[in-house]
Each structure stands twice: as structure tokens, then as C-alpha cells.
């Protein structure tokens, strides 16, 4: 259902500078209805890679899942940029950057 939700999204007009407003809003419906649009306002750095602690763990869970969502934030936002805009914000390593 997901990859339906993106090529409806991109079958307008993809963002490229002029239609900001309708992107924007079209993405937001989309990262809420994924239930990631959280991910635009937050930012999380990866555990410490030693450690064995429940609370290491629990942490490492936690990134990984948080990174999952953010990668889908940021599918969702670069394939639906117009091809000269995907350069510019391609190299932002988090949604959140971008």
C-alpha cells in the first residue's frame, strides 16, 4: 500500500520550488499517516557500539527503530522532489536535516 501512497503523491507535480505549499502538505498527510512525521522534529545519535547492559539494548532498539522511520521520511521526500532539488538534499544524512 505504501509504494501505491508514493506514486499517487508523484503522479502531480513533483516539488520543485514554486509548489512548496501543496508539497508540503501532501508529505506531512503522508509521514503522519506512516507515523513518522515525528522524525522531521526529532534527531537521535546511535548508541555507543560497545555494551551488553539491558539499557544498551533497550537504546540500540530504540535507534534502529528510529532510524527505520527515518528512512522512510526521507524516501518519501526525496522521490517526490523534481530531479534538480534531489542534489541538493540528497546528501542529508536525517530527515530532520532536511
Keep these: 500500500m505504501f509504494k501505491n501512497i508514493i506514486t499517487d503523491l508523484n503522479k502531480g507535480q513533483k516539488v520543485d520550488g514554486e509548489n512548496y505549499d501543496i508539497w508540503h502538505r501532501k508529505v506531512q498527510y503522508l509521514l503522519d499517516e506512516k507515523e513518522v512525521l515525528k522524525i522531521l522534529t526529532q534527531s537521535m545519535e546511535a548508541p555507543p557500539e560497545e555494551g551488553n547492559s539491558p539499557q544498551h539494548r533497550?537504546?540500540?532498539?530504540?535507534?534502529?527503530?528510529?532510524?527505520?522511520?527515518?528512512?522512510?521520511?526521507?524516501?518519501?521526500?526525496?522521490?517526490?522532489?523534481?530531479?534538480?532539488?534531489?542534489?541538493?538534499?540528497e546528501d542529508y544524512?536525517?530527515?530532520?536535516e532536511m
Design 58 to 89: 533497550r537504546d540500540v532498539e530504540t535507534y534502529a527503530q528510529w532510524a527505520k522511520k527515518d528512512r522512510c521520511a526521507r524516501f518519501v521526500m526525496l522521490s517526490s522532489m523534481h530531479n534538480d532539488l534531489i542534489s541538493a538534499f
Design 93 to 96: 544524512k536525517t530527515a530532520h
